[in-house]
């Protein structure tokens, strides 16, 4: 099983400022099958990134992935109020697909 | 509008079983594979099981394998999990999850339920 680990647990940004969130995985992930998910409290999660790098349907050009291999990244841009957030990482290439732990996004 | 449904949740005793539903609507349901992630309360995500659109392929968790039974219905657009011999950690909420692309099986998914509360406990 792949082991997904994200960093840092917590990330305490205020608005307009960027985020770097990071997703390491145990064993390399088969053809970028990496995606990332935003949860809200009370929500579910929502699809923001699928193949690291390309974007959801809807989905703002604050957000972008990237990375390959074992090293993934989730980047936005300029933080809006509504992105303060939990993020998960997702590897689908390999069964059982896993999630990573999440890191949370609070504003500082 | 694209959306899942999920029902059957509650609270149930250890070692007894549960039947999860999610009626989706929106979309050609039996072109998609369908997935059951959990969230225990305060917890990250996790995958427990996945279903090819025909039922070809079909996928456990681990921790779930032997005891929870993924199907079906493509006539009613729905998925459901059986689950037996419930522990408490199994305790969570199940979502219903639908696969990005049509006929494949290795994608991210792209349309979420709210989700179902499954609680096990005497």
């Known amino acids: 099983e792949i082991v997904l680990t994200q960093s840092p647990g917590t990330l305490s940004l205020s608005p307009g400022e960027r985020a770097t969130l990071s997703c390491r995985a145990s064993?390399?992930?088969?053809?970028?099958?990496l995606a990332w998910y935003q949860q809200k409290p009370g929500q579910a999660p929502r699809l923001l990134i699928y193949g690291a790098s390309s974007r959801a349907t809807g989905i703002p050009d604050r957000f972008s992935g990237s990375g390959s291999g074992t090293d993934f990244t989730l980047t936005i841009s300029r933080l809006e109020p509504e992105d303060f957030a939990v993020y998960y990482c997702?590897?689908?290439?390999?069964?059982?697909?896993?999630f990573g732990q999440g890191t949370k996004v609070e504003i500082k | 509008e694209v959306q899942v449904v999920e029902s059957g949740g509650g609270l149930v005793q250890p070692g007894r079983s549960l039947r999860l539903s999610c009626a989706a609507s929106?979309?050609?349901?039996?072109?998609?594979?369908m997935h059951w992630v959990r969230q225990a309360p305060g917890k990250g995500l996790e995958w427990v099981s996945g279903?090819?659109?025909?039922?070809?392929?079909?996928g456990y968790a681990d921790s779930v394998k032997g005891r929870f039974t993924i199907s079906r219905d493509n006539a009613k657009n729905s998925l459901y999990l059986q689950m037996n011999s419930l522990r408490a950690e199994d305790t969570a909420l199940y979502y219903c999850?639908?696969?990005?692309?049509?006929?494949?099986?290795?994608?991210?998914?792209?349309?979420w339920g709210q989700g179902t509360m499954v609680t096990v406990s005497s």
């Open positions: 999850a639908k696969l990005s692309v049509s006929g494949g099986w290795f994608n991210a998914f792209d349309i």
């Open positions: 279903i090819s659109w025909s039922s070809g392929t079909i």
């Open positions: 929106g979309f050609t349901f039996d072109d998609y594979a």
């Open positions: 997702q590897q689908y290439g390999s069964s059982p697909q896993t």
């Open positions: 064993q390399s992930v088969s053809s970028t099958y």
